[in-house]
């Protein structure tokens, strides 16, 4: 079974530069998540999709970052225009959605992508 | 609202048991997870619990949750060098779609 795929696995740019993010999560997996992870910190959610729709961006800078879910499957994270406090690792997880009694709502994750803003 | 803490840095002997502790504050948690992190590498889940339960033994690794205080521990037994990476406990808060906090993260360095 392929895992999820996230690309580029590393991008450097100048601040209010802009970057993209792609994500490609395990098929079938109706929820996807982009976490942000700063160094030395606990992955933080930006943003929570359940198919195509969102569900929780609660924590997300919608003046600068935004994201989409194409038809349900692939997603991109957008930032623009970026600062320097968004270096950071963008990591990309899906699941199969809630945990049961006998599936505990696993996230699996893509290998990331490391931002720096210089 | 959510919060999970934990210590960031423990460092064992090979051979010896290492105890992550991790405290939450949402009671209406469902499921308690912990991940694993190695270097330039995404999350793995290593074990979960359901929050109904007390204690889970998965081979050498034993998960304890004390609801009353929030707190939950990972007990790994016989830590070997290949145990060293970066261990995040978390959180599933059910409703109507799971949300997922992971806490800090807490550094396990094993000594060879």
């Known amino acids: 079974e392929a895992g999820v795929a996230q690309s580029p696995r590393y991008k450097i740019i100048e601040k209010r530069q802009s970057v993209a993010f792609w994500c490609n999560p395990i098929s079938g997996h109706a929820t996807l998540y982009w976490y942000q992870q700063i160094l030395g910190q606990g992955p933080k959610l930006l943003i929570q999709f359940q198919n195509n729709g969102v569900v929780d961006d609660s924590q997300l800078p919608k003046d600068r970052f935004s994201a989409e879910r194409l038809k349900g499957v692939d997603s991109t994270l957008k930032i623009q225009p970026a600062k320097l406090e968004d270096s950071a690792v963008y990591l990309c997880?899906?699941?199969?959605?809630?945990?049961?009694?006998?599936?505990?709502?696993?996230?699996?994750f893509g290998e990331g992508s490391r931002l720096t803003v210089l | 609202g959510e919060d999970v803490e934990q210590s960031l840095f423990l460092s064992v002997r090979e051979g010896d048991s290492s105890v992550i502790n991790c405290t939450y504050t949402?009671?209406?948690?469902?499921?308690l997870y912990w991940y694993k992190q190695e270097p330039g590498a995404g999350l793995q889940l290593l074990t979960y619990?359901?929050?109904?339960?007390d204690m889970k033994q998965d081979q050498r690794l034993t998960v304890l949750l004390n609801k009353k205080d929030k707190h939950l521990s990972l007990r790994i037994a016989d830590t070997q060098t290949g145990d060293s990476a970066i261990y995040f406990c978390?959180?599933?808060?059910?409703?109507?779609?799971?949300?997922?906090?992971f806490g800090t993260g807490t550094k396990l360095q094993v000594i060879p």
């Open positions: 978390a959180e599933s808060i059910g409703g109507g779609y799971q949300k997922v906090t």
């Open positions: 619990i359901f929050s109904n339960m």
């Open positions: 949402d009671s209406s948690s469902t499921y």
């Open positions: 997880a899906s699941s199969l959605g809630h945990g049961t009694s006998s599936s505990p709502g696993e996230l699996f």
